[in-house]
């Protein structure tokens, strides 16, 4: 059974391209992302508000 819906899947890769071309930016800060985990963490999180299917974040 698939882990990640496909609306997840584009929302991630929908940010790798911004992260790629260093036009994403960190909340409210606006500061730049430096690293791919926080790119991938920042699409999961907008995938998870838009409803695709999405695993719970853990809870650390």
């Known amino acids: 059974m698939a882990r990640y819906g496909k609306k997840a899947q ?3 890769k929908q940010e790798m391209k911004k992260f ?3 036009e994403l ?3 409210k800060s606006g500061k730049k992302v430096k690293s791919r985990k926080q790119a991938v963490a920042i699409g999961l999180s ?6 695709a299917k999405v ?6």
């Open 20 to 22: 790629k071309k260093g």
């Open 46 to 51: 907008e995938a998870r508000e838009k409803g």
């Open 25 to 27: 930016e960190i909340g």
């Open 10 to 12: 584009e929302t991630v």
């Open 55 to 60: 695993p719970a974040a853990s809870k650390k």
